[in-house]
């Protein structure tokens, strides 16, 4: 079955820590994984996708086929990161298939 | 600016009535799609429509319908309001770019069912 799934609901990390959001996925093809993002009070938002390995506010993420996740990570927290992050997948269909979402709460 | 808009941004109603939510999606965009986000379900795919037809379906209620319409805009209509249905309701388009799915969303229309 096709699934996203994001095993934390809530992660507090101080500011300045390094962050780590998990998201594992289950899909049988080569998917496309995406993570998106929700400010408080506002529109979710793309934050960034697996095929561009490009890094967008200070986070990356990299597909690791072989444990089939597509954390996302920063090395050095901001209180500005504090947000709910969903990850993504968008399979042959190009149906998206959405994780539960974790939000992300920076400590000063 | 997204450039997907919805109306209305908030709406507060009274249980058993019914609404319409409306969503213009980005222009160029044929796809358009809803969610239901709610504090203890977090996001829930609607159904999606593609150029006018109905695309996919998640987990929508039978009182809850939408449609596209030729200028592409879309309407959800949500029936026999129950205070669970109090939620935001977000509309995304999308365009597929690089073999892949790309959704933008609205702002949103914050309904309260009192």
């Known amino acids: 079955a096709q699934r996203v799934t994001q095993p934390e609901k809530l992660l507090s990390v101080f500011k300045g820590a390094p962050v780590e959001l998990k998201c594992n996925y289950s899909y049988s093809g080569s998917p496309e994984l995406f993570w998106y993002v929700q400010y408080s009070r506002q529109r979710l938002q793309l934050l960034l996708r697996?095929?561009?390995?490009?890094s967008i506010k200070g986070f990356t993420a990299d597909l690791n086929k072989g444990e089939t996740s597509f954390h996302l990570k920063k090395p050095f927290a901001q209180e500005e990161d504090s947000a709910m992050y969903y990850c993504?997948?968008?399979?042959?269909?190009?149906?998206?298939?959405w994780g539960a979402g974790t939000k992300l709460i920076i400590k000063p | 600016d997204s450039g997907v808009t919805q109306t209305p941004k908030h709406l507060i109603t009274a249980t058993g009535q019914r609404v319409t939510l409306r969503c213009s999606p980005r222009s160029g965009d044929l796809s358009v799609y809803w969610y239901q986000q709610s504090l203890d379900q977090g996001l829930q795919f609607l159904i999606q429509?593609?150029?006018?037809?109905?695309?996919a379906k998640g987990n929508i209620l039978e009182r809850f319908s939408a449609q596209q319409f030729p200028d592409l805009h879309s309407e959800l209509n949500l029936s026999s309001l129950e205070l669970g249905d109090s939620a935001l309701y977000f509309c995304a388009s999308s365009v597929v770019t690089s073999g892949a799915n790309v959704l933008t969303f609205g702002a949103g229309s914050r309904l309260t069912v009192l």
């Open positions: 697996h095929i561009s390995r490009e």
């Open positions: 993504a997948l968008s399979g042959s269909n190009y149906q998206l298939i």
């Open positions: 429509y593609y150029n006018g037809e109905e695309r």
